[in-house]
């Protein structure tokens, strides 16, 4: 795609804050690059995070207008944006789905982009692993958001270890200090 003219069309599939996010980036390239197809199992929220991912890439490469984007809701609606017209499909649903939705993309012919983790049991795991082997024989590109693997100061640190600049390691334990769970802001009314 980057020496021809043809946009790269991405289908979203999960629309809560990391699939806006990973849209929003996407979006956010120097390549050419459309959002259009999305679902999510709530009907509710399509709208409103598409005009979120309108508003985030504005002025950026490839805006977009949400009104343009095919919309699916339901649990069942995965299937009709990896059967829309896209090339890949990015995958942020809740991990237990990943392994169900990966294997229909990786069957339809899909490039795929999904979060971690990829699966949360070992069904999930083998399924993933037996369409990971396919997606490589059919020249699939498959890519897995784990970023800390890709920021160059996490591969310096892992560098010097392997170079023995600590001296062995004999012991590793390893804390993630954030913010805490995300959790929807709710209004006092529908508290009550």
Do not use: C
């Not at 289908?11 to 390239?29: D, E, F, I, K, P």
């Not at 490839?62 to 339901?74: A, I, M, R, T």
């Not at 229909?104 to 049991?121: I, L, Q, S």
């Amino acid at each position: 795609f980057a020496a021809g003219d043809d946009a790269v069309k991405i289908g979203l599939v999960g629309m809560g804050g990391r699939g806006t996010g990973a849209a929003n980036q996407a979006l956010s390239t120097d390549g050419k690059v459309k959002l259009v197809a999305v679902a999510d199992a709530f009907w509710d929220v399509i709208d409103d995070q598409l005009k979120q991912i309108a508003n985030s890439v504005k002025g950026k490469p490839n805006e977009f207008n949400p009104e343009d984007v095919q919309k699916f809701g339901g649990l069942d609606a995965y299937k009709q944006v990896i059967d829309s017209d896209i090339d890949m499909v990015i995958l942020a649903t809740p991990p237990g789905f990943r392994p169900i939705h990966f294997a229909a993309a990786v069957d339809k012919g899909r490039h795929v982009f999904m979060e971690k983790p990829v699966a949360t049991d070992p069904s999930g795991v083998r399924l993933v692993l037996e369409k990971a082997k396919i997606a490589k024989e059919k020249n699939l590109k498959v890519g897995v958001g784990l970023q800390r693997r890709h920021e160059a100061p996490y591969q310096e640190l892992i560098q010097m270890v392997h170079d023995g600049v600590i001296g062995d390691v004999i012991m590793s334990r390893v804390y993630w200090n954030g913010g805490g769970v995300w959790e929807p802001k709710k209004t006092r009314e529908q508290v009550k």
